[in-house]
C-alpha cells in the first residue's frame, strides 16, 4: 500500500528557508515512473500547487514561487524533498505531498495533476 | 492568470442530485480533475480527466465539460458526501484550482 508522510519544522522564522520531506513508502521512487508534487493549503483557504518533480527528468514550478522553490529527491530515504526560501507570513500553510497518476505515451512519462495518493499534510507557521 | 471560478457553497437535500460548476475560459479544450476534501483530511482525487473515476470512487460521481463550465454531478447525495470540492487544470505552466465549493447535505 503506497503511503506518504510529510516532515519537518512546524515554525520558520521570516527570511529563513522552509525544508519539508515526504517520505514514501510502497513503492520506489526511483522505479514509480510517477511524477510526485507538493500542494498547499493556507488556513482557511483553498489549495495551491507548488511543484512537481518526476525521478531522472523535468521538475515543474509554480511560476509565481519558481524563484524560491527547489524540489530533489534522496533515493537513500525513497523521499522527495522541498525547500522554500525567503519565507513570509504569506507561506504558512498546510503542505501536501502528492502523487500524480500522470500519462503514459509511448516511452514517456507526463504529469497529468491527477494527485490520486496524498500525505496527511504537514502545518508549517512562518512566524518570529 | 488563468481563473476556475467555483461558487463558495451548494446545498443538497438528501438523496437527490448535487451539481458543482466549475467556470473557466474554454475550459472544454482542457482536462479538468476534481478534488474532495472533508476537515482536517487530505484531498481525495474523485474524478481525472474530466469523467474517469478513479477505482475506489462510487458511481454517483460524474462529471463533464462543456464550452465554458465544468461539471461535477454527485447523484442520491448522502451525508457523507459534505466536503470542500475543487476542480484543477493545466494552464500557463501550472496547476490551477478554483476556489473550492463547500457542499452541505441537508
Known amino acids: 500500500q503506497l503511503q506518504l508522510q510529510e516532515s519537518g519544522p512546524g515554525l520558520v522564522r521570516p527570511s529563513e528557508t522552509l525544508v519539508l520531506t515526504c517520505t514514501v513508502s510502497g513503492v520506489s521512487i526511483t522505479s514509480s515512473n510517477k511524477y510526485w508534487g507538493w500542494i498547499r493549503q493556507p488556513p482557511g483557504k483553498g489549495l495551491a500547487w507548488v511543484g512537481s518533480?518526476?525521478?531522472?527528468?523535468?521538475?515543474f514550478y509554480n511560476p509565481s514561487l519558481k524563484s524560491r522553490v527547489t524540489m530533489s529527491f534522496d533515493t537513500s530515504r525513497n523521499s522527495v524533498s522541498l525547500r522554500l526560501s525567503s519565507v513570509t507570513a504569506a507561506d504558512t500553510a498546510v503542505y501536501f505531498c502528492?502523487?500524480?497518476?500522470?500519462?503514459?505515451?509511448?516511452?514517456?512519462?507526463?504529469?497529468?495533476?491527477?494527485?490520486?495518493?496524498w500525505g496527511q499534510g504537514a502545518l508549517v507557521t512562518v512566524s518570529s | 492568470s488563468y481563473e476556475l471560478i467555483q461558487p463558495p457553497s451548494v446545498s443538497v437535500a438528501l438523496g437527490q442530485t448535487a451539481s458543482i460548476p466549475c467556470g473557466g475560459n474554454r475550459i472544454v479544450s482542457k482536462n479538468v480533475n476534481w478534488f474532495q476534501q472533508k476537515p482536517r483530511q487530505a484531498p481525495v482525487l474523485v474524478i481525472f480527466?474530466?469523467?474517469d473515476r478513479p477505482s475506489g470512487i462510487p458511481e454517483r460521481f460524474s462529471a463533464s465539460n462543456s464550452g465554458s463550465t465544468a461539471t461535477l454531478t454527485i447523484s442520491r447525495a448522502q451525508a457523507g458526501d459534505e466536503a470542500d470540492y475543487y476542480c484543477?487544470?493545466?494552464?500557463?505552466?501550472?496547476?490551477?484550482f478554483g476556489g473550492g465549493t463547500k457542499l452541505t447535505v441537508l
Open positions: 502528492a502523487r500524480d497518476l500522470g500519462v503514459h505515451y509511448g516511452n514517456r512519462y507526463y504529469q497529468s495533476g491527477s494527485f490520486d495518493y
Open positions: 518533480i518526476f525521478y531522472g527528468g523535468n521538475t
Open positions: 484543477q487544470v493545466w494552464d500557463s505552466d501550472a496547476w490551477v
Open positions: 480527466r474530466d469523467s
